[in-house]
């Protein structure tokens, strides 16, 4: 009894040690975290707790993302390391129960020509290790870490692939876009080489003037194959996210997309929740933790219980039939002397790698802060921008269509029709880029704020 009683005073006393300490999850995040701006909100209503489909409300889109989520193999993969952590998991909590091992053994012996002796044993034993200070507690811990972590990875991998799918689409729809801009205005530019070849010889254009105009509808056309070739290998990019071979995608049009307008980033706590990598690096740090916990406590004892039992007919010198039953229990306390140096060491880097690990998760958190932060930007950027190329472009149609007036009535000359119509077409192409750039913006606000659980 007063054993126990200084066994467990002494676990009490270790206890202080932090062997036996839980981690604490992370309840703060730095000071304005998203901005000055956007931090001060108190509204807790998170863009990123939309599910996927509420976001993108293309019906060709969402078959994309389906089967990208069941098919690539970025995510099979991710779902595999899933199981290979939940298995260890039930490994170290396994650990807690005794190991038995079932040895049968027999032999035959003869000396000088004697009749053959026989002796056989039939024995099962059992090791019971008693976690008084905390190596089995802290293992388990750890590997139950280890499985959080591998779950957000997981998680992670799915908001990424979701947000790649989209990305990629949307990419596509805008090439689609392009190219139909670049395929009429080499129609309406193969017009202006006969117009212009029938001036010339008319005598109203010089030659000049015609081989400038048949060398722009020459540099329209290498555009439109550039496209094409863009086109090609996007959507090959997106087969590749389906795990599938190349083929052709099924699509929507860009004009029709509709995409959320009103965003709400929610509290910079909200972070710590949401976030994949956020919560994956915690997990890492959890993990970095209990690996420190367990440092210490490979300073103290290992007690373990273990004993056999079973059947055998050999008792020392004698052979006797049939067998007896055999049992033996034997206690042990392994108690670490010649090796203190070398678990110093341990300690210390286990101590070394949670401080990494605690750094590298206030980078994640200060990484998220400002993807947020810059994505808003990029998004309310582009919707400024929009309304500028509607009116550049409104404007440089009027210009386009003047220009060719008066130089059919000779009051203009043939470089002001051909600087009108390419920057026309510049201005057509670079508004189409600009629309993918707001809804791009969009889907990295999505990511940014942790969406794609759902």
């Not at 932090?18 to 730095?30: C, R």
């Not at 965003?263 to 994956?280: A, K």
């Amino acid at each position: 009894m007063k054993k126990i009683i200084l066994m467990s005073a002494a676990a009490i006393t270790l206890s202080s040690c932090g062997i036996y300490k839980k981690y604490q999850p992370a309840t703060t995040v730095p000071d304005n975290l998203y901005g000055e701006e956007l931090s001060a909100g108190t509204d807790t209503t998170n863009f990123g707790n939309m599910s996927w489909k509420e976001v993108f409300t293309d019906p060709c889109l969402q078959t994309l993302i389906d089967s990208a989520l069941v098919r690539n193999t970025d995510m099979q993969t991710a779902y595999l390391k899933v199981q290979e952590a939940e298995a260890a998991l039930m490994s170290a909590r396994l650990s807690y129960l005794p190991s038995f091992n079932f040895t049968p053994q027999g032999t035959l012996s003869s000396f000088d020509g004697a009749k053959a002796s026989k002796t056989y044993s039939i024995p099962v034993a059992a090791s019971w290790e008693i976690d008084i200070f905390g190596k089995l507690t802290n293992a388990k811990r750890q590997a139950k870490a280890g499985y959080e972590q591998t779950k957000e990875y997981a998680q992670a991998v799915k908001t990424q692939l979701v947000a790649g799918v989209a990305n990629t689409y949307y990419t596509l729809l805008m090439l689609d876009a392009q190219y139909a801009i670049a395929v009429e205005t080499e129609q309406a530019w193969k017009e202006s080489v006969d117009v212009t070849r029938a001036m010339k010889e008319a005598g109203m254009v010089t030659e000049a003037a015609l081989a400038q105009t048949e060398a722009t509808y020459f540099s329209i056309r290498t555009t439109v194959l550039d496209l094409r070739e863009q086109i090609n290998t996007t959507q090959n990019t997106l087969c590749l996210l389906l795990a599938d071979v190349p083929h052709e995608i099924k699509r929507g049009t860009l004009e029709g997309q509709q995409m959320p307008e009103n965003f709400s980033v929610g509290i910079p706590l909200q972070m710590l929740s949401n976030r994949p990598d956020v919560r994956s690096a915690e997990m890492s740090l959890a993990q970095a933790f209990y690996g420190t916990n367990a440092a210490r406590a490979a300073f103290y004892p290992t007690i373990t219980l273990s004993g056999s039992g079973g059947w055998t007919n050999s008792a020392g010198a004698m052979i006797v039939n049939p067998g007896k039953f055999l049992f033996s229990a034997v206690a042990s306390l392994t108690q670490p002397l010649f090796n203190r140096a070398a678990n110093i060491a341990q300690l210390r880097i286990a101590k070394a790698q949670q401080e990494e690990a605690q750094l590298a998760f206030q980078q994640t958190l200060l990484n998220a802060g400002v993807e947020v932060n810059e994505a808003l930007e990029q998004y309310q950027t582009a919707r400024e921008k929009a309304e500028f190329y509607t009116q550049q472009v409104a404007s440089l149609q009027t210009a386009a269509s003047s220009t060719q007036l008066l130089m059919k009535h000779g009051s203009t000359t043939y470089l002001e029709v051909l600087t009108a119509q390419q920057t026309l077409l510049n201005a057509q192409l670079t508004q189409v880029a600009n629309r993918v750039a707001e809804i791009q913006s969009v889907i990295t606000l999505y990511q940014a704020l942790g969406g794609g659980r759902m």
